[in-house]
């Protein structure tokens, strides 16, 4: 069976091309089905009917400045979705013990450098002290390109350890892909209109916050759910 055959067309105001998930376009042009954001959430939660679980996921089209850095950042959501992000934080002594009575999943000082040298430990964010940021550094190849490298502009890189897996554990993290295009969930279909509207707000004024002043740096919004289309949003 085809990804679209499981949709019933008919009750789509969406044709067949209008589903195509395809978020990276040269037009500016808004779509002619293009929603307000509070139809779309409706009708994804029409098409998830009986699946409070799936994700829904945000798409957002950037434009930034010739040479502006990458495009990333974090948030607090209002309703987070996930619930088990793991933390690992480089730091030994007091720093280490701060570490895990905070709730850190892993914690380690050289051993840990190495362990995640062989690619022997799984985590989702990175923390680090000062002083162990040295010691990391040597492995900065590995977790620079996975975004997780410990930076203290990212304030991953911190003597407040406790304050800082706090954050890490509750944060939503997002980065464009080389398209430049952010595609991040931001809620599930069990949630409410509200709080799903108040998540979407929360991911894209932190994205805008990337704009260095540029007025139209978002170009295009997008919301899709795990078997719904992909909406192109007129006011996100």
């Given at each position: 069976m085809s990804g679209l055959s499981r949709f019933t067309l008919s009750r789509s105001p969406?044709?067949?091309?209008?589903l195509c998930r395809t978020y990276a376009s040269k037009s500016?042009?808004?779509?002619?089905?293009?929603?307000p954001l509070e139809k779309a959430i409706a009708m994804l939660k029409a098409y998830e009917v009986g699946r409070p679980q799936q994700t829904i996921e945000l798409h957002v089209q950037c434009a930034p400045e010739k040479g502006q850095p990458p495009i990333r950042g974090s948030c607090i959501l209002t309703r987070p979705f996930k619930s088990?992000?793991?933390v690992l934080v480089f730091a030994e002594g007091e720093k280490a013990k701060e570490a895990r009575a905070a709730g850190a999943d892993i914690v380690g000082g050289d051993e840990l450098v190495n362990k995640v040298r062989e690619d022997e430990v799984k985590f989702d964010k990175c923390l680090s002290t000062p002083e162990m940021?040295?010691?990391?550094?040597k492995i900065a190849r590995m977790l620079g390109p996975k975004g997780l490298m410990p930076t203290v502009n990212k304030g991953t890189v911190t003597?407040?350890?406790?304050?800082a897996i706090k954050f890490s554990k509750s944060a939503h993290d997002f980065r464009a892909d080389k398209m430049l295009i952010v595609h991040t969930g931001v809620a599930k279909i069990g949630f409410t209109d509200a709080e799903i509207l108040d998540n979407i707000q929360k991911v894209m004024v932190s994205i805008r916050e990337n704009s260095r002043g540029k007025n139209k740096f978002v170009s295009r919004v997008h919301?899709?759910?795990t078997q719904g289309p992909g909406i192109q949003i007129t006011d996100a």
């Open positions: 969406f044709s067949v091309h209008s500016r042009a808004p779509h002619p089905n293009a929603v088990d992000t793991r940021l040295p010691k990391v550094a003597s407040d350890i406790a304050e919301l899709s759910s």
